[in-house]
């Protein structure tokens, strides 16, 4: 039997990277898995590629800023599945510039995806998942929620708040004694495709036209303990602990995956 056996779980930001991730691996531990993601034909295939290698799932498109759409979401996990028992909050953005050429409208819109997506999850899954029998919710943060990064205010403070919240919603839960455990997970420098969106770092210049691409492997040597960068499968494998009855006694707690960063 595998850890989330009969259990059933909704992923956020499933298409790609660590939320791909997250879906393949509580499926291969027995998981009826929901994949959402703004990027349709992305969910849809790593749903076919759970029920390919004999698991459960389905996929749906999912605007993570969409009130309406978290109703029917959680509405359609529980036609399809029978309940819910794990919540993982995945879809996030990043942006990496100054805060002083940075617009208002690029904040809020992060900071929208970042925060009011986690709290939209937890406001409509939770109840679902108490009526279930209970369950866990597992809210991505990063290491940039729990220290300060150059050239990403934004992003810091979007994924600071998720760590608050998580512990705010798991005070919550636990005075309501509905069964529910929150906690946040806070990955370091994880070799995944979003890398490949952000210009290259360092101490950047307001004008980043002719920066290339930020490198994970490079980031990572210079910046990790360990010299290299995680993997999405080290952060699933974080996430699977977390939904399964193995961490039956954590609440509001900070799960750190970040080869040592934090350590410093």
């Not at 991730?21 to 992305?42: E, P, Q």
């Not at 998942?129 to 866990?136: D, E, F, L, N, P």
């Not at 050239?151 to 069964?179: D, H, P, T």
């Amino acid at each position: 039997m595998g850890q989330v056996s009969g259990k059933v779980a909704l992923v956020t930001g499933g298409a790609m990277g660590i939320g791909k991730a997250c879906a393949l691996t509580l499926a291969r531990a027995g998981a009826s898995v929901v994949v959402t993601d703004v990027d349709a034909a992305g969910a849809e295939a790593v749903a076919v590629e759970i029920r390919a290698n004999g698991g459960k799932a389905m996929a749906a498109h999912q605007d993570v800023v969409d009130e309406d759409r978290w109703v029917e979401i959680v509405k359609r996990a529980q036609d399809e599945f029978g309940g819910l028992h794990i919540l993982v909050n995945n879809a996030g953005v990043g942006i990496m510039e100054s805060t002083f050429t940075m617009t208002l409208e690029k904040f809020r819109w992060q900071n929208a995806i970042n925060v009011d997506g986690v709290f939209l999850g937890c406001k409509h899954a939770i109840p679902c998942i108490a009526k279930s029998g209970g369950g866990s919710v597992i809210n991505l943060s990063s290491i940039a929620g729990l220290q300060g990064a150059t050239m990403m205010a934004g992003y810091s403070a979007s994924k600071g708040a998720v760590r608050l919240m998580s512990k705010s919603i798991a005070l919550e839960c636990a005075m309501l004694q509905n069964k529910v455990r929150v906690n946040s997970v806070h990955p370091g420098i994880i070799d995944t495709a979003i890398w490949d969106k952000i210009p290259a770092a360092g101490e950047m210049p307001t004008d980043r036209s002719n920066q290339g691409p930020l490198v994970a492997s490079d980031l990572a040597s210079n910046m990790s303990p360990v010299g290299y960068a995680g993997s999405a499968q080290n952060v699933a494998d974080g996430v699977l602990f977390l939904a399964s009855d193995a961490s039956s006694y954590m609440t509001g707690s900070e799960l750190v995956i970040d080869g040592g960063i934090t350590a410093r």
